[in-house]
């Protein structure tokens, strides 16, 4: 019965081990989204983080303005990102993100962690 106890308590904590992996550390997917950014805020109670808003839009009219548009929320885990965003606050920029399947409060309050950011002119 022992061994039995002993089997089952090491499969019960590899699969914890390999759950909590893939749910926070694991990342889900990467990529590139292009967009205004609208907003940009330090901000939380406990855990102090970068919390970003764009809006995403396929279709632009002549004076430069979002016509169709959806929002993207994302979070910034590193500082010299976030003092870019900052700078670049109400203009077109294209960021690099990596999606994790959950989130964590000293991370950010959402699942995409932006850790790059280019200016579009």
């Known amino acids: 019965m022992r061994k039995f106890l002993g089997i089952a ?5 590899l699969f914890l ?5 893939w749910k926070y550390v694991f990342t889900y997917s990467a990529g ?16 102090k983080t970068y919390e970003g808003e764009m809006i995403l839009s396929s279709i632009r009219s ?28 109400g203009r077109m920029v294209t960021v ?3 999606e994790k399947k ?7 309050d959402t699942h995409y962690i932006v ?4 200016a579009e002119d």
């Open 9 to 13: 308590s090491v499969i019960i904590i």
């Open 17 to 21: 081990a390999g759950f909590i992996y």
């Open 32 to 47: 590139y989204r292009s967009g205004l950014l609208q907003k940009f805020s330090y901000k939380g109670t406990i855990f």
């Open 62 to 89: 002549n004076n430069n303005t979002t016509l169709a548009s959806e929002k993207f929320l994302f979070s910034v885990s590193h500082e010299g990102t976030a003092k870019k965003m900052e700078m670049l606050q």
């Open 96 to 98: 690099h993100y990596k």
């Open 102 to 108: 959950g989130s964590l409060p000293w991370r950010g």
């Open 115 to 118: 850790d790059s950011v280019r």
